[in-house]
């Protein structure tokens, strides 16, 4: 909220008269409180096995800048760089030394980092609609029908493994359906001026599925990885709140300062934490 707004609530909730300057002065006391939290909080990530990663662009000023975020059901770190790719990962500093599994959306970028990948499924589905919607070709409906499917047996076990004959079947089935689009839709051959031969979205999509077959079938053969990123979607979704309701960032200061307090605020409600009682912790001190 701004400021401004958060002043005249507490006038008129509790007839509490405060000015914007000391708003700020509380919210950068807290996060000068929360970065050894920070430090702390940041090892328990990177030492996490499976995380879900996501970013998404925001504007300081008018400049477009990022906000990544790497998360599980119990934790969240949102980190604010200038740059969307490596450069901006690199200096969240958890990436570059992970080695467990990261649920992406299957940017490039992501596939820099040598850990364990998996694909979103829900990204995957909606890229398959988009082609099923603007192409003639029977493959994509047939992979859709078939992730949907194996989430479906997947989540049939709970928290017990798919048997591996089952998912022998649903492997076979995949790379029928892989082979269907190889003769649909087969590579354009040869190299332009500039280099290869642009290929169709739907070429480009079935190279993808190709390409990574283990990263789009590992919520199969992982009971702790998810079909989909939502989570990391989930906790990114505050951002954008932000923007719509207070507009952009003044400073990059301003957005680290969100972020530190989102991602203590965020993880302290995963964990069942009350909100307000996180924030009294801050202080050292306990509502009631």
Known sequence: MPYNRITSLLKGLGEIK???????????????????????????????????????????????????????????????????GKDGMDVMGILPEFKGTLIHDCWSTYFGYQCTHALCGAHLIRELNSRIENDNYVWPEKMKKLLQLLNKRVAQYGLGMIPSDTFKYYLRKFEEILALGQKECPLSPGKGKRGRIKQTKARNLLTRFIEHKDSVLRFAQDRRVDFTNNQAERDLRMIKVHQKISGCFRSFDGAEIFCRLRSYLSTSLKQGKDPFDAMMEIFGTKSG
Do not use: M, Y
């Not at 996501?54 to 949102?78: A, F, V």
């Open 18 to 84: 405060i000015s914007e300057a000391s708003v700020f002065n509380f919210i950068n006391e807290a996060h000068e409180r929360l970065e050894l939290w920070e430090i702390i909080h940041r090892e328990n990530i990177a030492n996490q096995e499976h995380l879900h990663a996501d970013e998404t662009g925001i504007s300081i000023r008018g400049s477009i800048c990022w906000i990544h975020t790497l998360c599980t059901s119990h934790l969240t770190l949102l980190f604010p760089h200038e740059k969307r």
